[in-house]
C-alpha cells in the first residue's frame, strides 16, 4: 500500500504535467505480455469494496459549473455544495447547504442530473461495470510516484443501444496503480452527448485515504454550444473531508 502522497495539488499537477506528452504506449505484443483481464478482475473487486466503504463515508461535494464568453468573462454560474452522509437509520442522506444559479433556464441542473455527472467523473470498476464496458490495455504510464497501467474504456454497444434516456456512460481512458490496483485518473467524455446535454471532457484525480483512492478533484473545460451562442464552459467538482469531523473547504 502506497502512502498518502505529501500534497493534493501537489499530485494533481504531476498529473497534468504528464498529458503534455500522454501515455507510454507500448506494441501490441508487449500489452499481449500483460495479463489485463486478471488486472481488472482484480481492479473489479477492490473497487467493489471502494464502493460499499464511499457510501458510508461522510464528505462534502462541491460542484461548480461557469460559462465564460470569449473574454473570459463569466456569463453565468451553476454552485452547488452538500454533505454526504448516513443518517441515523444508517440510509444515505444529503443536505444541500449552497445551491444557485445564474445559468439559463435550460442548463438548469437538478439533483438527480448532478448525482449521474458525478457518478461518472469518479468512475469505479466494478463487477457490473465490467460487463458494461470494453477495457483496451494501451500501456504503461509512470505518474509521480506511481507506475500505472492504461486502459482505454468505452460502452459496448449493447449497453449503449438499451440504455434509459437518462443513463450516462465513460468514454475515454482510466490509470490503474499497478500496487495497489485501483484506480488513480481517470480521463474522457460522457455519453451520450447530444444536445442540450453536452458537458465537456473532464479529468478527475484520485488521493490515497489509506487503503482507498478516493476522487479529489475533476476539472472539465471545454467551448460548447449554449444558448446563447458557443461558451466555454468550465467545470469543477472537489470531493473532500471523508470522516465525521473533516470541514468542507472553500473556492
Not at 443513463?167 to 480521463?187: A, C, F, H, M, T
Not at 490515497?208 to 460548447?224: F, I, K, Q, S, V
Amino acid at each position: 500500500m502506497h502512502k498518502s502522497l505529501p500534497a493534493r495539488y501537489a499530485f494533481i499537477l504531476a498529473m497534468m504535467a504528464c498529458l503534455v506528452t500522454g501515455p507510454l504506449v507500448y506494441t501490441q505484443a508487449a500489452a499481449q505480455q500483460v495479463p489485463s483481464a486478471e488486472i481488472l478482475s482484480r481492479v473489479a473487486s477492490n473497487g467493489q469494496e471502494i464502493g460499499t466503504s464511499f457510501d458510508k463515508m461522510p464528505h462534502y461535494e462541491e460542484l461548480r459549473i461557469q460559462a465564460v464568453n470569449i473574454g473570459n468573462i463569466v456569463t453565468g454560474e451553476y454552485y452547488r455544495l452538500s454533505r454526504v452522509f448516513r443518517d441515523r437509520t444508517a440510509r444515505a442522506a444529503e443536505k444541500v447547504m449552497e445551491e444557485k444559479s445564474t445559468l439559463p433556464n435550460e442548463a438548469f441542473f437538478s439533483i438527480a442530473a448532478v448525482h449521474r455527472l458525478l457518478q461518472i467523473y469518479r468512475f469505479n470498476i466494478t463487477p457490473a461495470v465490467l460487463e458494461q464496458y470494453e477495457f483496451n490495455y494501451i500501456g504503461r504510464e509512470r505518474i509521480d510516484e506511481l507506475n500505472t497501467f492504461v486502459f482505454d474504456v468505452k460502452p459496448k454497444d449493447k449497453v449503449l443501444a438499451r440504455s434509459a434516456g437518462e443513463s450516462r456512460y465513460l468514454k475515454g481512458q482510466i490509470w490503474i496503480d499497478d500496487q495497489d490496483l485501483q484506480v488513480v485518473k481517470v480521463s474522457g467524455e460522457i455519453l451520450p452527448h447530444t444536445r442540450p446535454d453536452r458537458t465537456p471532457r473532464f479529468e478527475t484525480y484520485f488521493k490515497n485515504y489509506d487503503r482507498y483512492w478516493l476522487p479529489a478533484y475533476t476539472t472539465a473545460d471545454e467551448d460548447l454550444r449554449m444558448s446563447d451562442g458557443t461558451s466555454r464552459v468550465i467545470i469543477k467538482v472537489r470531493d473532500y473531508g471523508f470522516g465525521k469531523n473533516d470541514q468542507a473547504g472553500t473556492g
